[in-house]
């Protein structure tokens, strides 16, 4: 059907060795239904919404800034793992060297490599965004179908934007830091983003509203800034300008960088990284718990992007640093000290299912343990330690914090936080959640159905401790509505 | 052709497994769908070097691996030092290293972390894994980069590094997979020398490789596996004899062997003949 050895060709080479190994490919055959039941209730959720939105029609202007923070929003999630892709693009071994190393023009690899990224990137989110797009189109609202062409089309333009930055750095700084430099960029997007979000606790309300006003589009539309927001209602002249400007970034990125430094570059062995210099005292231990657990909480600690991914989690901390700084008002709920202990169950959920999603991910040779004469449970109780202990450490402060206001909440605390760390950690050790950078054609060690399945964990324990320490659960939504 | 064989194993392979013979095979077979490994029977001596050969896809590293500990075998025993791999895996291990073709190693970890890794496992006396450690990265020439990540290693460092890992622990018996492969002219020498300093200290060694003189330098006893069967067995000058090939070197005993298995003459194995 194409030519061998063209673009197109590559490409669907290319994409049969992305759908192989994704996660409908891989999954087990027991865990397909789960998969569907979840994806059933996803679409539920998602035709729920749409009705709502549908029969509940808000302002064009409104629709617009919404749409527009969501693009935003998206960028900042979409280009930490965009800048990590590239970088693995370009230093990957394996297939990677195996197509440099052939006739086809690197130039043309490193474009199929791009798209990959770009795909890779936008799949979770058209995944998701898809679900609030079809409920919409079920009620007659079509325009949400959008959601399908505007998110690749804003991951390819992230895959530019990633791509540009990661060859402009390199001339400069290691590939280390040029991914640390990505991942801070990321985090303050996205902190960026979360600050805007709890301005009403910060700014006055009238304040705040002209704050608003000034970002609506306005009598003229907004003009250039809310074409991919104006491409994401359905407008078909947005659309088509969204998709051709990311189409011409996407170009203009390839030729003028991506192309030549593949040229010039040729295979990623010809640019090893350098090895990293860790102090380290040599500790040796009698205990194989002792020395699993201590090199899994370095495998831990290096994880690439491990601080950007905490502060991402630990968002949940902002609100419980507001009901302690007597910052939080709401309506039934007192001081909110209640709040304070379901917030930091959740948090505990999401850190557990994290660490030990990156323990599972960085477990690249199981055989050593096996063939060590330790039990074969020896390396899977240290994770789960591992993991514990680094939720544990990282909840410390909070938790001593609140219990010096609020004493009588220990017992709620402890046993949320083990009863959430108990399912969480032993589902992130069947089902880790997808933490392993981005890279096309690669099989990623987690599955989106562990993320499910376990923010839905932390958010049950959650809502279990809120039900058992709050005096009346539901008062703020009755006073909210009332 | 099947007399020679026979000839061969019925002097090299006693039938008892004790705690005085290294390794002692019985019987051992694996399936994967197809006959990987049938009815092998191997034993090897303290302070003996065995390598293995065979061509790709002869069963060599599944045989490892069921040695090793990581396959379950469908049928056969296997002992090491007289503790049986099946029925008591952990004190068969604790004396054991498997060292696979490709380098087991965590990226993140530098060469002395994962030495102090690997110690813990075996348990090995703190004080004498840190002098263990220390040792043998100065002699295979890592000591200058024990802080430095394994990611930015080559595969001959890494090869060394995993070399060290197995050595930590001081196994009485060695299992590696194509233990040379990646490592340049000085450090394959040194390995090798590392690996008969071994033997002479007792330990038994079984190892695979596809670099002939390898074998026909450092082996005092070859096996040539084919079609997951053994098909010879015995000491180079042995193997020339029972081949036919007296002048010949171990590549043409090799290709003489597995040649004509792979063209579909008689081989049958040499115990069926003996038998």
């Known amino acids: 059907m194409f030519a061998a050895p063209g673009f197109p060709w590559l490409l669907r080479h290319e994409l049969r060795v992305l759908w192989r190994s994704s996660i409908l490919m891989r999954t087990h055959r027991h865990v397909i239904l789960p998969v569907i039941i979840v994806g059933a209730l996803f679409q539920t959720i998602g035709i729920v919404l749409g009705r709502q939105i549908a029969a509940h029609p808000i302002g064009q202007d409104e629709m617009l800034l919404a749409a527009n923070i969501n693009i935003v929003f998206l960028f900042a999630l979409m280009f930490s793992r965009a800048i990590s892709a590239s970088i693995d693009v370009i230093y990957g071994r394996g297939d990677a060297d195996f197509l440099l190393a052939s006739p086809i023009p690197p130039g043309r690899v490193l474009a199929v490599r791009m798209l990959g990224v770009a795909c890779s990137i936008a799949a979770p989110w058209v995944l998701l965004g898809g679900v609030l797009g079809n409920g919409l189109a079920v009620y007659g609202q079509f325009w949400g179908l959008c959601v399908y062409p505007m998110f690749f089309t804003e991951a390819l333009l992230v895959a530019a934007l990633a791509f540009a930055l990661v060859v402009i750095l390199l001339r400069f700084v290691s590939p280390q830091s040029t991914r640390r430099t990505g991942h801070t960029l990321a985090l303050i997007t996205g902190v960026g983003i979360f600050i805007i979000g709890q301005l009403p606790r910060f700014v006055p309300k009238a304040e705040l509203g002209q704050f608003w006003f000034s970002l609506l589009p306005g009598p003229n539309g907004g003009g250039l800034a809310f074409i991919f927001a104006r491409g994401l209602l359905g407008q078909p002249g947005a659309l088509a300008a969204s998709v051709a400007f990311a189409l011409a970034g996407f170009c203009t990125v390839w030729f003028f ?49 491990i601080v ?14 507001l009901i302690l700084a007597g910052h939080f008002h709401m309506g039934g709920m007192g001081n909110g000290m209640a709040a304070t202990v379901p917030l930091l169950v959740f948090l505990a959920g999401q850190l557990g299912l994290f660490f030990i999603s990156v323990l599972a991910g960085c477990e690249t040779i199981p055989e050593l343990a096996l063939t060590a004469p330790v039990p074969a449970s020896t390396p899977q109780r240290a994770a789960l330690a591992a993991s514990a202990y680094a939720t544990i450490f990282i909840l410390a402060a909070p938790a001593i914090a609140v219990l010096a206001r609020a004493p009588g909440l220990l017992p709620p605390l402890i046993i949320g936080t083990a009863g959430v760390l108990f399912c969480n950690l032993l589902l992130g050790q069947k089902m880790p959640i997808p933490l392993v950078r981005a890279q096309f054609g690669k099989t990623s060690t987690g ?20 039900v058992a320490v709050a005096p009346h659960p539901l008062a703020w939504l009755i006073s909210n509505h009332s | 052709m099947d007399g020679v064989n026979s000839r061969v194993m019925s002097e090299t392979v006693p039938n008892v497994a004790s705690s005085d013979v290294a390794l002692s095979v019985r019987g051992l077979s694996k399936s994967f769908g197809r006959k990987v490994v049938e009815n092998l029977d191997l034993t090897i001596n303290p302070g003996e070097f065995y390598a293995l050969l065979g061509p790709n896809g002869a069963g060599k590293t599944t045989s490892l691996r069921m040695i090793a500990g990581l396959i379950r075998p469908d049928a056969g025993t296997i002992s090491v030092y007289g503790r049986d791999v099946l029925t008591d895996p952990l004190a068969a291990k604790s004396i054991m290293a498997w060292i696979p073709d490709e380098p087991l190693l965590y990226d993140k970890l530098s060469p002395l972390e994962y030495l102090e890794f690997i110690a813990g496992l075996w348990r090995v006396e703190p004080k004498l894994a840190r002098e263990r450690a220390n040792e043998l990265l100065e002699t295979l020439g890592l000591w200058p980069h024990r802080h430095e990540r394994c990611e930015g290693f080559s595969r001959g460092m890494k090869q060394k590094t995993v070399l060290a890992g197995a050595l930590i622990h001081e196994p ?23 690996l008969l300093a071994e033997t002479q200290k007792g330990a038994a060694i079984i190892l695979t490789t596809h670099i002939l003189e390898v074998a026909e330098r450092l082996a005092t006893r070859i096996g040539i596996l084919s079609g997951g069967t053994l098909l010879a067995e015995g000491d180079l000058a042995s193997l020339k004899t029972q081949a036919g090939l007296e002048h010949g070197s171990l590549e043409d005993v090799f290709l003489h062997l597995t040649h004509s298995d792979a063209h579909g003459r008689p081989t049958s194995p040499m115990r069926n003949t003996a038998a």
């Open chain 1, 257 to 305: 960088l991506a192309k030549p430094f593949a040229d010039g570059v040729i295979t990623a062995a010809a640019s090893r990284p350098r090895g990293r210099a860790d102090a380290q005292n040599g500790k040796f231990r009698v205990s194989p718990f002792a020395a699993s657990l201590a090199k899994d909480l370095r495998l831990l600690f290096r994880f690439p992007g």
């Open chain 1, 308 to 321: 950007t991914q905490i502060i991402y989690r630990s968002l949940t901390l902002v609100p419980v640093a």
């Open chain 1, 447 to 466: 599955t989106v159905l562990g993320l499910i399945l376990g923010v839905s964990v932390s958010s049950v324990w959650s809502f279990i401790i809120w």
């Open chain 2, 172 to 194: 009485k018996f060695l299992l590696l997979d194509e233990p040379l492969t990646g490592l340049d002219a000085a450090s394959s020498r040194l390995v090798k020398d590392l």
